[in-house]
């Protein structure tokens, strides 16, 4: 995991890599790069693997071996092709609610492309997209094939990508008033914070979304102070205080937000490690998902219920909210 992280510090900074670290690419062995490769597919990293290498100046003796490099470009042509696709259809979907009098905002990944250095070969999944409670009606006539879903989104298909549209743009127990205007750096922000805490909590996270997260603090003005006195309102500080040293720590993300403080990071780790991108590749969980949808709901409450230690030391309020949010849904939706 160290060299796949090194790869992505590299690639976050947007400069060629300096002499000791072209040194350092150069003493990988092959089957140093299969298994960086193989991290980098798990963790939904590839393209920045990939812009890595494309930076550095001269081409290296690196130990990848022919199926490998080509591998490697192959996958990366794909990434891009679709990040260009989705970042089209991100905006024809934005224009045409706006153009029936609606305000949709992006979300989560759509909206987190746009601070890497080369946002295209950021992997996308989905299209997310936030619109006001009072504007859902609308959405039967605009998007009559829409379906609902337990955690009472909407979603649907549009020429082969799948868009979910959610009601609120941070699904956090809260009053209103408690929350940064939106859109802001504070509410993006916080809302990649509370989407990498709702998966650590669940399935499972994995790097890319952290990544998402040092790739936005990076790029957004923000105010350190308003940040902090915000995660300590919600009951977010002790979960942010081991996100952001992890950033610091792994991928060289300025610390303005809790100078001086260090607390281990081993669990964020471990929980990356272990599962991958939304903890699709551990062992159960892969299982699982090729089954029944009944077989994977069982299995998100299993992986919640293991994960109640964690949940219960870092965000209590919010692993109870999520959790009987998405019974409620799962109960009404089999009425």
């Known amino acids: 995991m160290n060299r796949l992280l090194f790869l992505v510090r590299i690639a976050l900074r947007e400069r060629p890599p300096e002499e000791a670290e072209v040194h350092t690419l150069c003493s990988w062995d092959e089957k140093d790069w299969a298994q960086v490769l193989d991290q980098a597919r798990m963790q939904s990293l590839t393209g920045l693997v990939y812009c890595t290498l494309s930076l550095l100046p001269e081409k290296p003796a690196l130990a990848l071996s022919e199926n490998q490099f080509f591998s490697l470009v192959s996958r990366a042509d794909t990434i891009e092709r679709r990040g260009l696709r989705m970042a089209e259809q991100s905006q024809m979907i934005l224009q045409r609610f706006r153009d029936a009098g609606l305000h949709p905002v992006l979300l989560k990944g759509a909206a987190t492309a746009c601070f890497y250095p080369k946002p295209a070969f950021r992997e996308y999944g989905d299209i997310d997209l936030f619109l006001p409670p009072e504007e859902f009606p609308a959405l039967g006539q605009l998007v009559p094939e829409a379906v609902s879903s337990p955690d009472g989104a909407c979603h649907f298909e549009q020429e082969g990508v799948d868009v979910d549209i959610h009601k609120k743009w941070l699904d956090i127990p809260c ?25 650590a909590i669940g399935a499972g996270v994995g790097l890319r979304q952290v990544v998402d997260m040092a790739a936005a603090y990076r790029k957004l003005d ?21 996100l952001c040293c992890f950033l610091e720590e792994y991928l060289d993300t300025p610390d303005r937000i809790y100078p001086g403080e260090r607390v281990s990071t081993g ?67 089999v009425r």
């Open 175 to 199: 009053p209103a008033d408690q929350l940064p205007p939106w859109p802001s750096s504070e509410a993006t922000l916080l809302m990649l914070s509370v989407h990498i805490l709702k998966h």
């Open 222 to 242: 923000y105010s350190p102070k308003s940040l902090k006195e915000l995660y300590a309102k919600l009951h977010l500080e002790r979960w942010n205080r081991m």
């Open 267 to 333: 669990p964020l780790m471990k929980m990356i490690q272990e599962g991958g991108n939304f903890g699709h590749y551990s062992a159960s969980r892969s299982r699982a998902l090729s089954r029944r949808p009944i077989i994977r709901k069982a299995d998100t409450a299993f992986r919640w219920m293991v994960r109640l230690p964690f949940s219960l030391r870092y965000a209590p309020r919010l692993a109870f909210s999520s959790f009987f949010s998405l019974l409620k849904g799962n109960l009404q939706s």
